[in-house]
T-cell receptor
């Protein structure tokens, strides 16, 4: 298996633009997590899905952020409009399990820079 | 609000030294504590701890949890340059739904 795949790997955009980050989880995994990592705040869980259903989005910073998982093999995290403070590395991770912690496998991350 | 505090923030040691990394936490309905290693890319899983006093070991790395005092330590013996990384501690809790809170990490640099 190729592991968790994220695209793009790097994105540089201007303030106000829409940004879409993509994730393909490991085949067979039924939980998917979106994280954001910055120097100031460390690694933060934004949202997680179980069986394509969003379970907890309390970590999503504000209405400008939205995430979808239309099927078991694809998820998007969208920021509209983007702001400079959204600059961070965004990780997607997947795991197999129905509740509680099951080892999460992280993708390589998308480094987002908003100018 | 759940909180995870790691110390030290940064550590520089020589190859062969032994290091101890600390993680203290406050969490609603504790379920487990996790250690990750992050090199240049994404975090990779090291250990999951759920019970006090039971040491988990993998090669030169070991970890133990104290649920009474709400902390964990990660030990690395005979450090090597390949151990240089950020070590992240995360705590899993339950507050109606799954909660996972990460510390800011300890940056370990091992010099030859």
């Amino acid at each position: 298996d190729a592991g968790v795949i994220q695209s793009p790997r790097h994105e540089v955009t201007e303030m106000g633009q829409e940004v879409t980050l993509r994730c393909k989880p490991i085949s067979g995994h039924n939980s998917l997590f979106w994280y954001r990592q910055t120097m100031m705040r460390g690694l933060e869980l934004l949202i997680y899905f179980n069986n394509n259903v969003p379970i907890d989005d309390s970590g999503m910073p504000e209405d400008r952020f939205s995430a979808k998982m239309p099927n078991a093999s694809f998820s998007t995290l969208k920021i509209q409009p983007s702001e400079p403070r959204d600059s961070a590395v965004y990780f997607c991770a997947s795991s197999y399990g129905t509740s509680g912690y099951n080892e999460q496998f992280f993708g390589p991350g998308t480094r987002l820079t908003v100018l | 609000e759940d909180k995870v505090v790691q110390s030290p923030l940064s550590l520089v040691v020589h190859e062969g030294d032994t290091v101890t990394l600390n993680c203290s936490y406050e969490v609603t309905n504790f379920r487990s504590l996790l250690w990750y290693k992050q090199e240049k890319k994404a975090p990779t899983f090291l250990f999951m701890l759920t019970s006090s006093g039971i040491e988990k070991k993998s090669g030169r790395l070991s970890s133990i949890l104290d649920k009474k005092e709400l902390f964990s330590i990660l030990n690395i013996t005979a450090t090597q340059t390949g151990d240089s990384a950020i070590y992240l501690c995360a705590v899993e809790g339950w507050a109606g739904s799954y909660q996972l809170t990460f510390g800011k990490g300890t940056k370990l640099s091992v010099i030859p």
